[in-house]
T-cell receptor, first 113, second 115 residues
Framework: GQNIDQPTEMTATEGAIVQINCTYQTSGFNGLFWYQQHAGEAPTFLSYNVLDGLEEKGRFSSFLSRSKGYSYLLLKELQMKDSASYLCAVRADYGGSQGNLIFGKGTKLSVKP | EPEVTQTPSHQVTQMGQEVILRCVPISNHLYFYWYRQILGQKVEFLVSFYNNEISEKSEIFDDQFSVERPDGSNFTLKIRSTKLEDSAMYFC?????????????FGPGTRLTVT
């Protein structure tokens, strides 16, 4: 089966750093994506990892360990506007770069002043 | 910046009726997708479409559903004989521009309410 786990909720303080973990067990692996979703809105693309290691993009970084089936999203210098759900998604097929995404249930992050 | 658009933003229909949800993908993208998200639940894949045919579909995408690309810009999802449990947010996404990792860009969604 396909299984993606991430914490349901997290709380952090403005200006701090928060790490959101994701573990996955899928029939195949062809990339891991992080999306941000504000309530009532569409998911917006944040980051992509296909090889092991850290990808940095401004205040956001994402890490992948394929052997462990593990990824995390690191958010630095938290701002109030970062309060949202963060979705971990795996592209599980090997049919090129355009396969469908399997989403986790999302981690709802609340940033407090 | 190019974006995926969807219409309508909200659709209310009675059980048993047919609805058509419309999407305009990003113009140079080649791959199109429909996902749905029932309130409070995770985003679920429905179907992907490439080169004028379905490339993948999930168990959810049964005979009640169909997709079409009627012209060079629109991508539609038709739901026949709607049921109460079809109430959800339906997102269209596209990918496959030059370069990139195949990241999918989502439209703002259509909230479907079946009464």
């Amino acid at each position: 089966g396909q299984n993606i786990d991430q914490p349901t909720e997290m709380t952090a303080t403005e200006g701090a750093i928060v790490q959101i973990n994701c573990t996955y067990q899928t029939s195949g692996f062809n990339g891991l994506f992080w999306y941000q979703q504000h309530a009532g809105e569409a998911p917006t693309f944040l980051s992509y990892n296909v090889l092991d290691g850290l990808e940095e993009k401004g205040r956001f970084s994402s890490f992948l360990s394929r052997s462990k089936g593990y990824s995390y999203l690191l958010l630095k210098e938290l701002q109030m506007k970062d309060s949202a759900s963060y979705l971990c998604a795996v592209r599980a097929d090997y049919g090129g770069s355009q396969g469908n995404l399997i989403f986790g249930k999302g981690t709802k992050l609340s940033v407090k002043p | 910046e190019p974006e995926v658009t969807q219409t309508p933003s909200h659709q209310v229909t009675q059980m048993g009726q047919e609805v058509i949800l419309r999407c305009v993908p990003i113009s140079n993208h080649l791959y199109f997708y429909w996902y749905r998200q029932i309130l409070g639940q995770k985003v679920e894949f429905l179907v992907s479409f490439y080169n004028n045919e379905i490339s993948e579909k999930s168990e959810i995408f049964d005979d009640q559903f169909s997709v079409e690309r009627p012209d060079g810009s629109n991508f539609t999802l038709k739901i026949r004989s709607t049921k109460l449990e079809d109430s959800a947010m339906y997102f269209c996404a596209s990918s496959g521009g030059p370069g990139g990792a195949g990241e999918q860009y989502f439209g703002p969604g259509t909230r479907l309410t079946v009464t």
